[in-house]
């Protein structure tokens, strides 16, 4: 598998164009093809108020959108002129979760961004578009941070391993950046002994490391006590420690219900990653 066809989500919010820069570096390193998807949203309006204000809620609306996706073009013209990617900027109207799930399936990466709550320019059903992105895309997303600067992502890359489905999934998905690492680690957090369907075999990561071996990445594998950490908290901080640029990670290896109500290490990092994160499901 290759990298040669990347969807990047455009937006209005402030971190987009450090977004793009990932997207395009993304692109750059791989020989890919970078497409740039903006959703015009249409917000719901009871119909009790489209009553009694008339048509002029929607001239609004359409307005605003018309002004949205102007503003986002003007970003991708001036980061994309001159940078030697082949690009391409596409603009469509509708529900912004399916209009991306549409798209995001004819690609081989998508790139999206963090959810920032403080940012009043997130559109309607941005909030929960990675959760959809993750799980029904069926593609593996990118997700870069609203705060922080990434020159770089992917030199540094931290795999978390956990043995499960999920895990596999996402370091398959990631060869293509594993391969063009300068350094891989794999940790492993409280694993779990055996030979069991979800277990870890007699040196936890041993088996990943050498899988990743023959695929012709060297990677350090490791096993760690989280110290009553969460596993997502211990990841956070051993990105940290390693100074790590990438995280790769199988999302979701129990139902998002369970997640929302009892926390995991999925819900961790969506909310508090501090560098791109490759998540697959």
Not at 134 to 145: M, N, T
Not at 152 to 158: F, H, K, P, S, T
Not at 182 to 193: L, S
Not at 216 to 227: F, H, L, Q, R, T
Request: with cysteine; hydrophobic share 45%.
């Amino acid at each position: 598998m290759s990298f040669k066809d990347i969807l990047v989500i455009v937006d209005n919010t402030k971190s987009c164009a450090q977004r793009l820069d990932v997207a395009l570096h993304v692109a750059k390193e791989h020989g890919a093809h970078l497409t740039a998807l903006f959703v015009r949203t249409v917000p719901h309006v009871p119909q009790f108020v489209m009553s009694q204000l008339g048509p002029e809620v929607a001239d609004v609306q359409k307005r605003y959108a018309k002004e949205a996706a102007t503003a986002a073009r003007a970003v991708f013209d001036a980061k994309t002129r001159n940078c030697g990617v082949n690009t391409e900027w596409r603009e469509t109207s509708g529900v912004l979760i399916d209009q991306c799930l549409l798209h995001a399936k004819y690609s081989d990466l998508v790139i999206a961004g963090q959810t920032d709550a403080k940012d009043d320019s997130t559109a309607e059903g941005q909030a929960d578009l990675l959760d959809h992105l993750v799980l029904e895309a069926g593609r593996p997303v990118l997700l870069v941070p609203f705060a922080g600067q990434f020159t770089a992502v992917g030199q540094r890359v931290l795999v978390a391993w956990n043995g499960t489905r999920e895990a596999a999934r996402a370091l398959n998905d990631a060869l293509p950046m594993l391969k063009k690492a300068d350094n891989v680690h794999v940790i492993a957090v409280n694993p779990r002994g055996g030979n069991g369907r979800d277990g870890h075999g007699e040196v936890p990561s041993a088996d990943i490391a050498l899988h990743l071996a023959r695929h012709g990445v060297k990677a350090e594998a490791n096993a760690v006590d989280s110290d009553g950490m969460s596993a997502g908290e211990a990841l956070v901080a051993r990105a940290a420690k390693e100074n790590i640029d990438l995280i790769v990670m199988g999302a979701y290896g129990r139902s998002r219900l369970r997640e929302l109500v009892l926390g995991g290490a999925t819900r961790h990092m969506l909310r508090n990653m501090t560098v791109p994160v490759l998540m697959s499901h």
